[in-house]
């Protein structure tokens, strides 16, 4: 067995009491936790009458994250049918839209959140409204990160624009910043004037940091030179164009000279006289310590290593990312502060070790989502082929089935996971299979929206369940019809008996049919089964009977017997509705139809004559058949004298 | 596709009902009710599309739903009808029929009247799956097979009809003020004739067939005689009661369930259609003859197959005999309303140019600018 990673964190389940002994039950995505009485002799006393529920994932139950679920559920599926065969030039930009997609949607919910949580007046709630913007705000961080390094995978040039665009998207308060100042009497002589511009440099945002310096300028017309000489430094600084015609060695030599040139300002002391400008200075030069002076502008270390490579290595290549990036982190913390979960994350990102960012992340967060999209949208990008699992199919299918489970045990979403275990090719049906049946089953709409989902997958097993189900809820509200409509839609043959036996006690019983509307109409469902069938020719018989078309009510009652469609112990009733046709004036029956009712009849009083039939029954009873069966014979002697005199008969 | 708006709402919403305007002031309307279902716990909600507090230029642009307020709701809402412009009544998974009243002045909802057991077993519930209402009249129809008529403005049932069907109605619509027409689990349309004292409806159509259930009906609102029904294989049919048997005209509307048919109520060449498949159809007839199109195939039905895989947004003629067959004059055309969308379109309702949907994917969508 593998070793565990991290030690499992304890949940405190408050209302046990100390001292007692626990059992729990696995539930779906939960824990039913209970108090025993586990003594070592005979268990007596009082326990405690709760039962707890421990519940995994806790996520899925705010309703602001539910959007994230609906709309990434909508990206996930688009993702899954783009086409395989396009050339994967151009699948690449594609995959960086949906992953801004996704990107653009956890931004969506992380500002909702944000407002939900300074508007709401429960402090608590406040708290955790603010604890899952701080997971989003990282989950956001890392995703974007990948993007640019394993999803658009930009080469050396290019790459430092994407990670400044990266900081900059990050580490926005400088505006918030920056807007205070501007908006105050005298800018320039706001306190943290000089904390913008300086931010804005770090960032690389030079016109900004410009435009900010020209406020400075103009007020002390006397160091106007060494402001000027600044903004030249600033404005000529080369940022390499991915789009046009200049070569990364072109650059390169370009921004050598720019970098000789601010080193040579440095040298003659041209800012000596303002420590502002020096300090700026020195920052251009990507000089370390300076850099690390302002910790507190910079704030985290990967904005330190991105600030240290556009002033030191702007033509990083992403091979040589890791060492500066590992280098930066010892730089940046101290080495008392241990590196926290998230540094570790994005030094493994800068290290392109995709397996050891989608495990960090996977202990690090609460919720399944962010691992199984990112990593889904990876394998699309084929990065993850060569990494195999000792259990289960592939990472992927691995991640997606347990978020897809997790979203099953919610009483809502789990329509969204059916698209997940969709495109689990391995696995995926079987849980879908196991879950299905699982879902309750409040009212039809729901049941057959259920319904419609196994039935487009051809889980036929599956299908006969649900209709059971629901038939059985039928039946024990006594609604026949709606009982039978069921097992039909489930071809449950055994299930259509039993409803048809049920039909024709009640018309034993009442002597009237219901649910008439259902019956009449059968079609071809009635041969579902051969007890339905006799059940909708027995309803045959008694509309024609009712519409006086005897001679065919007749044929169809014999056939019904000689057939063997009605079953035995329902041919005394059958032999009983004879009687009245036997009876008309007219001859109905023939007498050849007389000799095989004749012959029911004996097979029938053999059968009931033997020893075992007669023990438990009344007296009264046997008399009322025995009368049953003399009348009986009489009117067929009757009828079959009739039928002879007439058939004999030539017409004249 | 630019004018619609997707809105997500943290709900799967059941059904979404646009608040009646007065005709005569040619209004757009303005506001929604929409009700959820399979929540732990249901809403009825009322929506603005308007522009309330004027903060619609910081977020989010002209239109996008705002919420006014919500009220909790007992059960799944299967059904959900405007009574008047302040009053709307909702059917409940748990058999209950509840009626609202919205203040739009304070933006509340209360309750004015429910009947707890409207429908029930004897000791189980039974659901209301669907109700219809002309004021002060409700009827309502359910899971047990009953039709119960109720008046706003009385405690308890006025008419019970037991027994009305052995399987469950699915949906109820008016034909005259005194005629109901339901549709049921096997098929089949009844027609009720509600002054009459006996408990058999007046006349019953049906598919011939395989008999596939039926889950919507809407009525022509200008030719009461006909009416368009869709079922679970996700056909449309349209039906002249005053023919009977077996519907007009079939069409290949959807690949699964469809859940509401609408007829646009000012403009019924116009029709719509939603579906557990993930989409909403816009139904137009160019029809420039007297008769309406649909009526124009005559007795003998055919089965009209446009394809429901549609790219979305592509409008594509439906040229087949029997509509332009012999005249050459009618036509119908489809449209997808929705971008591509992978989770079941509930409900829909439309007024004037106005369209509002909404879906498992817990999404409502408004469209303003409906070519009407």
Known sequence: MEEVDVEPTITNIPALRRGKHMGFAWGQGNIFVYETLFKATGATGSGSPFIHEVRKDEDIYSPILRKLFNESHHIFVGLQTIREDLPSKNKKPQFVSISKNYRSVIRACMEELQQVAVSTKNAEMSVQYGNQVSILLAIELIWNLCEVLFIDAAPAGSLLLHLLDWVRLHKADVDEKARDVLQSDSPAEHRDYWDVVVSYVLQGRLDEARQMLGKKATLTPAANNIYKMMDNLLSKMPFYNPGGTQTLTEFDVKWRHWHEEVDRCLQDNSFASNQHLEVICKILLGDEDTLLEHKDLLGTWYHFLVSRLLFCHPTVKPTELHYYAQSCMTMFLDSRSAPEPLDSILLAAFEFDIHQVIKDCSIALNNWWFVAHLTDLLDHCKLLQSHNLHFGSNLREFLLLEYASGLFTHHSLWQLAVDYFDHCLEFGRVYLELQIERVPLDTERKALKVLRICEQRQMSEQVRSICKIMAMRALRNNRLGSALSWSIRAKDAAFATLISERFLQDYCAKGTFSDLDLIDNLGPAMLLSDRLTFLGKYREFHKLYGEKRFKEAAKLLLSLMTAKIAPRSFWMTLLTDALPLLEQKEVIFSADQTYELMFCLEELTSSLNTPSSDSDKSMQEEDVELTKVELLRLALSRNLAMAIVKEGTVET | ?372
């Open chain 2, 1 to 372: 596709m630019e004018s619609i708006n997707a809105k997500y709402v943290s709900q799967k919403i059941s059904k979404t009902r646009w608040c009646p305007v007065s005709y005569s002031s040619l209004q757009q309307p303005e506001v929604f009710a929409t009700g959820s279902w399979d929540n732990e716990d249901n809403k009825v909600s009322i929506w603005s599309i308007g522009n309330h507090n004027n903060s619609g230029l910081e977020d989010g642009f002209e239109g996008d739903p705002q919420i006014l307020c919500e009220h909790k709701h007992g059960g799944d809402v299967l059904d959900l009808q405007f009574l008047d412009q302040e009053r709307m009544v909702s059917a409940s998974s748990t058999g209950a029929v509840t009626i609202f009243r919205y203040h739009p002045n304070t933006h509340t909802i209360s309750v004015l009247q429910h009947w707890a057991r409207a429908h029930s077993y004897p000791c189980d519930n039974a659901p209301c799956t669907a109700l219809v209402c002309s004021s002060p009249e409700i009827v309502t129809v359910g899971e047990d097979g009953r039709i119960v008529v109720f008046r706003a403005d009385q405690e308890g049932a006025v008419r019970v009809i037991e027994n009305a069907d052995s399987s469950t109605i699915h949906a109820v619509t008016y034909l005259k003020t005194t005629e109901v027409l339901t549709v049921n689990s096997i098929g089949q349309l009844k027609l009720w004739d509600l002054r009459q004292q006996s408990s058999s409806p007046s006349q019953i159509l049906s598919l011939s067939g395989d008999r596939a259930p039926l889950h919507c009906v809407d009525r022509h609102p200008n030719q009461q005689h006909i009416v368009a029904t869709g079922g679970q294989d996700g056909m449309l049919c349209v039906w002249d009661v005053r023919q009977g048997g077996t519907p007009i005209s079939l069409m290949e509307a959807h690949s699964a369930e469809m859940w509401e048919v609408r007829f646009h109520p000012t403009n019924p060449d116009h029709l719509f259609t939603c579906s557990e498949d993930g989409s909403l159809l816009h139904w137009e007839t160019a029809s420039h003859s007297e008769m309406p199109s649909f009526l124009q195939g005559g007795r003998n039905s055919s089965v009209i197959s446009h394809g429901a895989l549609t790219p979305a947004g592509g409008n594509r003629p439906l040229s087949s005999a029997w509509l332009c067959g012999d005249s050459g004059k009618g036509c119908l055309e489809t449209t997808h309303m929705l971008p591509s969308q992978t989770m079941s379109v509930n409900s829909l309702d439309i007024i004037g140019q106005c369209l509002v949907c909404g879906t498992d994917g817990e999404a409502i969508f408004v469209n303003r600018h409906v070519p009407v």
